[in-house]
């Protein structure tokens, strides 16, 4: 598509017929656009007040291709993330092709591949080609469901990995891992979600969010995503001393910091579906609490045999960093109903005006 970039130029409002308002459009765009007489045009006013007009007014998601050729692409783990980029930059098509016959690692990759996204699935294949389609709609999965579903998998990681630590028991712990990849699929999604909203002004409109919204989303999913790969890292870390004898009095004060942590993380994903900017702020406040009963850890482990002080150590720094992450969810609630207030203040006029 040919882009036509104008200067911002100034044009007056005209008012014809008694009751209609007319604005004039730049020719250099109506030419890049090829526009002509009777044509539909899309208008849509946005957030902050400014209109938009596209010549795009089709509903649906615009169906793009990505190709890549395998001549270079040696290792499993780059054609992965070359994939994972694709769907995530939001793509309706993924084609892999070769001018040989396909190696081993690459069906092996593209299986993989669709296990751990939503959607992808192959519909063609050959010996020197493969076709994936995205086949899910994107307004079928409201980040509000994927927001709270993601929430709900990772504050049970974290529980169940101090749980196995507790119990001693390996088999919870390495359930928690093995759910892991479930946030890691819905993060992705959420990713490419807002690609598409940021590209596709009819698919903003169609899921009832703004592109702001769907960044604000995004950051508190990645945010999510981080939580759950310290819960996994509790997990590794307490494998060398999960089914050795700990002393009750630091299993108590973990928990309890888990306990601190978890209650933040719940705390500031109600605020944000609340939209409660003064409960954000209380959560943030109420960090220091976890802080002062982490610090109480780390002296009594310092008492502990080298290896687990070190394995707890880390393990308590994995709560605390999770708390922290909790807490930058609801500093993002105060920074959007911040902005959004502001918006909504400047499309209102008031009383003077």
Known sequence: MQTCVIAMELRKV????GSSYVLTLPKEWIDAEKIKKNDSLGVEVQPDGALLITRSIDEGPAQRTKEFDLAGITEPAYLFRLLIGAYISGYTFIVIHSQQRMPPFVREVVRNFTQMTIGQEVVEETDTEIMLKDLLNPAEMPFDNTIKRMFTIVKAMQEDAITAIRSQNPTLGNDVTARDNDVDRLHWLIARQTNMILTNAALSRKMGISPIMALHYFTISRIIERIGDHAERIVFIAQPIITRGIDPEVIGKISRASELSTGIFNRSIVSF?????????????SLHVLNTVCEEIDTIVLRQETPDAIALG???ESVKRAGEYAADISENVINYLVEEDRAVKKRKPGKNL
């Not at 005209?14 to 017929?17: D, E, Y």
């Not at 579906?273 to 406040?285: G, L, P, R, T, Y």
């Open 14 to 17: 005209q008012f014809t017929g």
């Open 273 to 285: 579906f609340n939209n409660d900017m003064k409960k954000a702020n209380q959560n943030i406040e």
């Open 314 to 316: 880390y393990i308590i």
